[in-house]
């Protein structure tokens, strides 16, 4: 419990269900999990949660156990809230509940992909939760029909977010030093939607700067107080 939001993981068909319609409804579209993929994963020993609010569904988590650099992972596949939500701390909640779901069951991490130019997001993964970025992929997902991705380029950074050997879910800290950093825009979504033209542009020049971090010599060390992904040298 946080709160007056009740968080627990999903015990039946009609609760897989739920989750599927709310993710649906926060990406604008139709099947973006398909429920029966839902209830398959649940099925299989995979994860998925349900946050309500006074018995109402107003966010939703899904993942699927993995296998990364030779460990048992939770790849957390998609975490969604309704936006008149947004401001409650949810997010946080279903992804903490997550992580005890995965101590409970003996998973080393949990990792997931986010898009590097919202900054929020990158501020809630590197800050509020402490992962750090292992990898990055251009175009991971190709086309994505959705209402928040249709006509993107879905490049993608990899975190990984350790269990094994921890106490409690990590948190994290802005990093005040870098050698250089990768900046993002203010608002992406925002601009996406007034100046389709400036969007592209934003992720021609960070690909161009993530391509460099990631050729061997660089990585991604954390997150800065400005909103720039702070990079060092390996």
């Not at 946080?2 to 999903?10: F, H, L, M, S, W």
């Not at 993929?37 to 107003?58: F, Q, W």
Request: hydrophobic share 40%; net charge negative.
């Amino acid at each position: 419990m946080v709160g007056e939001v009740d968080i627990a993981t999903v015990r039946d068909r009609s609760e897989c269900e739920a989750a599927g319609a709310l993710f649906d409804r926060v990406w604008q579209m139709q099947s973006m999990v398909p429920n029966e993929v839902i209830i398959a994963t649940v099925h299989a020993g995979g994860y998925a949660s349900l946050a309500r609010v006074n018995n109402e569904v107003v966010g939703a988590s899904w993942g699927f156990l993995g296998w990364h650099d030779g460990t048992l992972t939770l790849h957390s596949h998609v975490t969604g809230v309704l936006a008149n939500h947004g401001t409650r701390g949810l997010g946080e909640a279903l992804k903490r509940h997550q992580w005890q779901w995965a101590s409970e069951h003996g998973v080393e991490a949990i990792t997931w992909t986010f898009d590097p130019l919202v900054r929020r997001n990158g501020y809630f993964n590197l800050v509020k939760l402490g992962a750090v970025v292992t990898a990055y992929h251009e175009n991971f997902y190709g086309v994505i029909n959705d209402g928040l991705n249709r006509g993107e380029h879905t490049d993608r950074l990899l975190v990984r977010w350790q269990v094994a050997g921890q106490a409690s879910a990590p948190h994290g800290a802005c990093v005040e030093r870098a050698d250089w950093s990768v900046a993002t825009p203010d608002d992406i979504e925002l601009l996406r939607r007034t100046d389709v033209g400036a969007a592209r542009e934003w992720r021609s020049r960070q690909r161009a700067d993530l391509r460099k971090v990631f050729d061997g010599s660089w990585s991604i060390a954390g997150y800065m107080a400005d909103g720039s992904y702070a990079v060092a040298r390996r």
